[in-house]
């Protein structure tokens, strides 16, 4: 896969899946602070292969197409188990998608949840409270999967790796990042 349709479908994945097919109850991990900044790391600029900007994650800002979107009111970060973790309101429900970050050396790598059959059953085996599935309200609702995990149980979760991962982006740790 190309750097530019990786850093776009991460980049799709950060500023807000439409309809997330796993969502949580509340922002993860339960019971932790908000980071008050986006991680040094994965500041900087990444520009298209014409050398424009596609994207711009400052301190507290990521700026996207015209789109901007501020750390506490638009998204959330926690951090546990060495994860970084985005929880964005999902308005048609009221519940949260969410997405964890994890650097690997120079490179970080993106994780969503998916509710395919492998991640169902070991919920159903890791969670005090089995997944639940839902359908969203309004016209077309879509179905999807709420948990409810406890912060060990999240955290089990992460160190598992019980979610997909895309394949690693260069981080632009302050700098540009050109494809």
Known sequence: MSIRLSLFLALTLLVGACTPKVQFDEPMPPSRWNMPNIPKDFRGTFLNEEGEVDMWIGKDTIYDEGEVLVNGEDFLLRRMAGHVVCSLPVPETGHWDVLVLRKEGDDV???????????????????????????????????????????????????????????????????????
Request: glycine share 8%; proline share 10%.
């Open 109 to 179: 790598v993106f994780g969503t949840f998916k509710d395919d059959d492998a991640f169902l059953r070991r919920m159903a085996t890791l969670l005090e409270v089995a997944p639940e599935r839902q359908k969203s309200g309004g016209t077309p609702g879509y179905k999807y999967t709420l948990i409810r995990p406890s912060a060990k149980e999240f955290k089990a979760m992460l160190k598992e790796r019980l979610y997909k991962e895309d394949d690693p982006l260069p981080l632009p740790r302050g700098g540009t990042f050109r494809p």
